[in-house]
């Protein structure tokens, strides 16, 4: 079955400093993937979408890049700001309407 | 900037209660969903919605849920008899026309559901 994120890491990070958030997926036929960021207790926040006809996208201080071959799908922020710190994660889509969603990876900035 | 509304923030209810949640999606967004997250899990698909129909479910979405659009703005997810493993954040979201960049779906902020 499809699986997304297996493992829940802990990312710390020095405020200014570039932030790299990782995420493997399992489905090869996905098309079409989004980063989330989840403040406590908030819904998911949308930050960056990207398809599997490209590799690399972004937006204003987040980039986006998707590695097909090895199933995986990396979120980086520059310059990471105290604002940032959230749960991130990976949601995957496969032509449908539903998303599956990865476990998600907490990101600390360290001031 | 719009946004996906849900009420109530929180539900508490007895074991084998029903409990309706209500969500106010997008006002132009044509795709309706319902997540839900337990306590230190990740999000999880349950349904999705288009057309005045349930387009896809997961195993989780059984026959104790429902869900409905009763007028032009609400969503509304129903669970007949609750168990204590309903106990999660249960999120909405809705999506647009689905063209090239526009299958983002935009999550409300949760209720959160707790059965005693």
């Known amino acids: 079955g499809e699986s997304v994120g297996l493992h829940l890491p802990t990312l710390s990070v020095q405020e200014g400093d570039n932030s790299i958030i990782n995420c493997a997926y399992s489905n090869s036929a996905s098309d079409y993937f989004i980063w989330y960021k989840q403040e406590s207790g908030k819904g998911p926040q949308f930050i960056i979408d990207i398809r599997s006809n490209m590799d690399k996208r972004q937006g204003q201080r987040v980039t986006v890049l998707l590695n097909k071959t090895v199933k995986h799908l990396s979120l980086q922020i520059a310059a990471t700001q105290p604002g940032d710190s959230a749960v991130y994660f990976c949601a995957e889509n496969n032509y449908g309407q539903n998303f599956v969603f990865g476990p998600g990876t907490r990101l600390s900035v360290l001031p | 900037e719009p946004e996906v509304t849900q009420t109530p923030s929180h539900q508490v209810t007895q074991m084998g209660q029903e409990v309706i949640l209500r969500c106010v999606p997008i006002s132009n967004h044509l795709y309706f969903y319902w997540y839900r997250q337990i306590l230190g899990q990740k999000v999880e698909f349950l349904v999705s919605?288009?057309?005045?129909?349930?387009?896809?479910k997961s195993e989780i979405f059984d026959d104790q849920f429902s869900v409905e659009r009763p007028d032009g703005s609400n969503f509304t997810l129903k669970i007949r008899s609750t168990k204590l493993e309903d106990s999660a954040m249960y999120f909405c979201?809705?999506?647009?026309?689905?063209?090239?960049?526009?299958?983002?779906?935009?999550f409300g902020p949760g209720t959160r559901l707790t059965v005693l």
């Open positions: 979201a809705s999506r647009g026309t689905g063209t090239l960049w526009a299958d983002t779906q935009y």
């Open positions: 919605f288009y057309n005045n129909e349930i387009s896809e």
